[in-house]
């Protein structure tokens, strides 16, 4: 009974509270910000102008993307145990958990969601999630870059500096991925350490082992194109969504301009706090972007409510249907694959 009681008593770690404190402050702190610069005129006529029928198409492409994501998965895990079909709709409850939950917490639901319904080793979904994230970020950068091509007339010169610091963080990404793969087993075991820090560098040593080992598994030509790809098919079958949602709001962009609004995003995803179910940074990213566009400050912080609102909805509906698709109809099939 004690240690049941410690156990919830850790659920919630004093580290995730201050987390959460300041995720909830800098949400505050920027939806005011945010809304002080439109007025409730430039609102209303945002509302009566969206064509709210066309805007519904949008649910499409937002649906195929959970589709190529979960291929992307299941490309970079070892396991072969688990359909791409119970990875989508595991993905939709990890989805929606890490656009509700402060400071990328959502990223856990994932991890516990193939342990449970599908026996993956934490190893191995691990390392399928970092590769996933290496693989989206890389193709996101290399997009971005040929977006700054293609509208180096209008934003070359505004953000030249960032735009050489993608250049200079792809590589790094690039080296870190090549860098995760040359690690191994061997690399952690050469000495035992002793005494009490000794363990937990033992401990470190021992998951870092596994985790890179999971990931040599995966290191071949097939996944890793595989992988790139379905990551490029992800994000512009994102990108289809985003220029619907954009179209029945009125905003008129081209597809290198949806490029480039939704890249600017890339710090802020990185960062490991943000908005509580994403509000606040997000719409501060998409409102720089349209600056930078040369798009009006209200049209700008409008077209992000607009977006993000409108993503919130299809991923709250999508997760609550994977929950209830994976308690119906995988709730009992949780080794099935394997027999």
Request: net charge positive.
């Amino acid at each position: 009974m004690p240690a049941q009681e410690k156990t919830k008593k850790n659920a919630v770690s004093g580290k995730d509270i201050l987390k959460i404190g300041f995720s909830a402050v800098l949400t505050a702190g920027l939806l005011i910000i945010l809304i002080k610069n439109i007025s409730i005129k430039d609102t209303a006529e945002l509302i009566r102008n969206l064509d709210f029928k066309f805007a519904a198409f949008s649910v499409i492409p937002y649906f195929i993307c959970y589709l190529f994501r979960a291929t992307r998965f299941r490309f970079f895990l070892a396991d072969k145990t688990i359909t791409i079909k119970k990875l989508t709709v595991i993905h939709t409850i990890h989805n929606m958990c890490n656009q509700l939950f402060p400071a990328n917490l959502g990223e856990f639901v994932y991890l516990y969601l193939l342990k449970k319904n599908a026996n993956i080793r934490l190893a191995e979904s691990t390392s399928s999630l970092i590769l996933a994230r290496i693989s989206d970020f890389g193709v996101i950068m290399v997009l971005f870059l040929i977006s700054c091509f293609f509208l180096r007339e209008k934003v070359f010169l505004k953000i030249k500096v960032y735009v050489y610091a993608t250049v200079f963080a792809l590589i790094l990404l690039v080296l870190f991925y090549f860098f995760l793969i040359r690690l191994g087993k061997s690399a952690f075991s050469a000495k035992k350490h002793t005494g009490f820090f000794g363990k937990m560098i033992n401990k470190i040593k021992y998951v870092l082992s596994e985790l890179t080992c999971a990931m040599r598994k995966t290191h071949s030509f097939k996944r890793v194109t595989g992988g790139l790809l379905f990551s490029a098919l992800a994000m512009n079958s994102l990108y289809v969504f985003y220029w619907i949602v954009m179209e029945s709001a009125g905003v008129k962009v081209t597809y290198f301009e949806i490029i480039f609004l939704s890249s600017i995003l890339v710090p802020i995803i990185l960062l490991p706090i943000k908005g509580i179910a994403g509000f606040g940074t997000q719409e501060a990213g998409w409102a720089v972007g349209f600056l930078i566009l040369g798009f009006s400050k209200h049209t700008a912080i409008l077209t992000g409510f607009a977006i993000h609102i409108a993503t919130l909805i299809f991923t709250i509906i999508f997760g609550l249907c994977g929950i209830a698709v994976l308690k119906i109809f995988f709730g009992n099939k949780v080794y099935s694959e394997n027999h």
